[in-house]
Structures are given as C-alpha cells and as structure tokens.
C-alpha cells in the first residue's frame, strides 16, 4: 500500500493530500490544469518536500516531516518520466538506458525492457534521430532500468502530436499489464485513463475529491463536469466466458450467471477486459423483451434515482447486476410510466458495448 499524507503550500494553492493507494498497477491523477497533479508527485518524488506530513511506500519511509526525516530523490527508488523525455543528447540510446541502471547492468531486466518497449533497432542512434514517441519510449526504458519501487509519469503524452500519440500508446499499455509496481500517471485525458488506469485520483484546487478503483470513480458525481451527456458511461472489468461457435460475439459475465455479449474479443477464456456503456444505449423495461434484436436484456436493481443536473428532460438511473454497476438515462415520461422506485426489479436492455482498444488487438 502506498501512503501519502502531507500539505504543501504553492503560492495561492493549498495542497493538501490523504490517500491510500494500490501498490501494483497504474494510478492516474486527473484534474484541471493547476490543481496541483504535478506538485503532488514531485513531493512524492522528493523534488519537492511537504509542509507537514508523512509518505509510506510499502513498509518503507520516505518522509515524516515529525521525525525530520526526508529521502533525498536519489534514494526513494522513484523512476521519474516527464513531459519532455529529458535524454542526454551526447549519449546514444544505449548510453541513455545503461545510464538508468545506476552502473549495476542486469541483462535480463535489459532484455526484457528493450523487448517490452521494442527499442532494440533504436540502441545505437541518438536523441536527435529519433520521434517523439521513440524518445518518450526511452526515457520509460531509462527509468525502469533503475529498477524503480515505483513510477511517475507526467503528462507523458501531452508534447506529442495526434500520431505519435496513438504510436506510443500500445507501449503503456503493454506496460500496464505488466509492470508490478505502483505507477502514478498525470494526465488530462479521459481516453488515456480509460485505456490504462486501474485506479483514479481526482485533485479540484489542491484538494482530493475522489480516490477509488477507475470503475468507482468515473461513475462517480465528481466525474459529471467532465462528460458530456452523451459521454456518461459505467467502466467495467468483466471476465471472458466464452466465444460464441457461430457468430462473432465474445461472452463476458456481467455478474454470476449473467452473460454480456460483445463483439469478439482475441482474448482467452479466464482473462479479464475492460468495457464502457454509454448510460444513452441502455434502456429499462418492467417485463422482459421477447423476440428483439437486442442481444443483451439483464436482470437489474434500481439504486438510484435523480434529476439531471443540468438538463431538465432526463433522469439518471443507477443499475446494479450483481456487483455490476451501470447507469441509464431516461425522460420523465418514462419515469412516471415506469413508476420506478429505488429497489425495483426490472430489465436493462444494452444496445452498444465499447471496448477498449487494446481488447481489441
């Protein structure tokens, strides 16, 4: 688990911070552009030392400011990658990741890095040969040949143009699935926290306003400014069951003895994918559908009922299928229709399922 609770003062900005995090898998930090992302894990790096406060990385100390104590950066194990990959440019890449391994090389760490980022065609150019997407791949490189307890990204991606961005991205993604430490990752997009993170912090004006797995946080009141109508969705890990002998579905379960079909998957049976519904592509029904082409009608509770927030003529409906939660949007005609309540038992009917893209390759 790592622990952080500290404050720090950054001219008009209060930062002030208590939360728990996973200690494997990655951890993205969003929020409006000075909210403090930035600030929290250069503090967390030891660039920056709190105010008041102590930071846990697992069993390991790196700050109390009550018992005077502060790591320096070099010895809290944090492999750090910012906006700009910051290579040396007198260095071929070679030299730029032996670089990261601190003078004690390990060449199976080596191998395994430079087949997980697919650099080795890059070893002998330098920083000024290569795209931004390279550079950005050697500088992920650099830091995990530290062998790092944990990981900072910040905004990695925010310097790059449209298509280096979709270059690089499959890497972080290979990353996510296999690095086994805690990542925390600065980000402003949506899409990149949808297709890597596991866990979500959100920072408003210095202050943590939610903390939790991404599912849990996205559809969370907090994440509403954020997404239009037509983007409000629910985010699930769902298991794959099976796929289907004649047609091009893939089955997940949604919950225990509860199928979900979705387009067909290159995943084995067992694993788990990441799926978004849109709360505009699920529909309700008291009494369960006969002969309708829509493929998935779930048995579901009503949580939840509210008014939305800014448009008058749709009610939000919070679902739950087993430990599934999902979210639907519905006039007030068919509310009073309805006459739903919270508690109710009825039908979600689920016409679109999207995938995210690295359950499609």
Same mark, same amino acid.
């Given at each position: ?8 003062? *950054? ?69 750090? @990658? ?69 990981? !900072? ?6 310097? !790059?143009? *449209? ?76 298991? @794959? ?93 068919? !509310? ?26």
């Amino acid at each position: 688990m790592l622990e952080l609770r500290f404050n720090k003062q *950054l001219g008009q900005l209060q930062l002030d911070v208590d939360v728990k995090l996973p200690e494997s898998g990655i951890t993205a930090l969003f929020g409006r552009s000075g909210a403090g992302k930035t600030s929290f894990i250069q503090v967390v790096s030891g660039l920056t030392p709190p105010d008041h406060g102590k930071l846990m990385l697992g069993n390991r100390l790196l700050c109390d400011t009550r018992e005077g104590i502060h790591l320096p950066p070099e010895h809290r194990r944090i492999g750090y @990658v910012f906006q700009d990959a910051r290579l040396f440019p007198h260095y071929r890449v070679i030299g730029n990741l032996r670089y990261g391994c601190q003078g004690k090389p390990d060449d199976a760490l080596f191998d395994e890095v430079i087949h997980l980022l697919d650099i080795a065609h890059l070893l002998n150019r330098y920083p000024s040969a290569l795209s931004g997407g390279e550079k950005q791949r050697v500088a992920i490189g650099r830091a995990l040949f530290s062998q790092p307890e944990m990981l !900072l990204m910040d905004e990695p991606l925010a310097s !790059l143009d *449209l298509p280096r961005k979709q270059e690089l991205m499959p890497y972080l993604e290979s990353l996510a699935k296999s690095v086994k430490i805690p990542v925390l990752y600065v980000t402003h997009s949506l899409d990149e926290i949808l297709r890597l993170a596991d866990h979500m912090v959100v920072l408003e004006q210095g202050k943590v306003v939610a903390n939790g797995e991404l599912a849990e946080v996205w559809s969370s009141s907090v994440m509403r400014p954020w997404l239009s109508t037509k983007e409000q969705s629910a985010v699930l890990q769902l298991k @794959v069951t099976q796929h289907h002998p004649v047609y091009s579905l893939t089955q997940l379960e949604i919950a225990p003895g509860v199928p979900l079909w979705v387009s067909r998957v290159r995943r084995p049976e067992g694993e788990l994918i990441r799926v978004r519904i849109h709360a505009n592509d699920v529909s309700l029904a008291r009494v369960k559908p006969e002969q309708t082409s829509i493929r998935n009608v779930l048995p579901a509770i009503v949580d939840h009922i509210e008014q939305h927030q800014y448009q008058t003529d749709i009610v939000i409906i919070r679902l739950s299928i087993g430990h599934s939660r999902l979210t639907a949007h519905i006039t007030p005609w068919a !509310l009073d229709e309805l006459q739903l309540q919270v508690g109710d038992s009825l039908y979600a009917q689920i016409k679109g399922v999207s995938l995210s893209q690295q359950d499609l390759a």
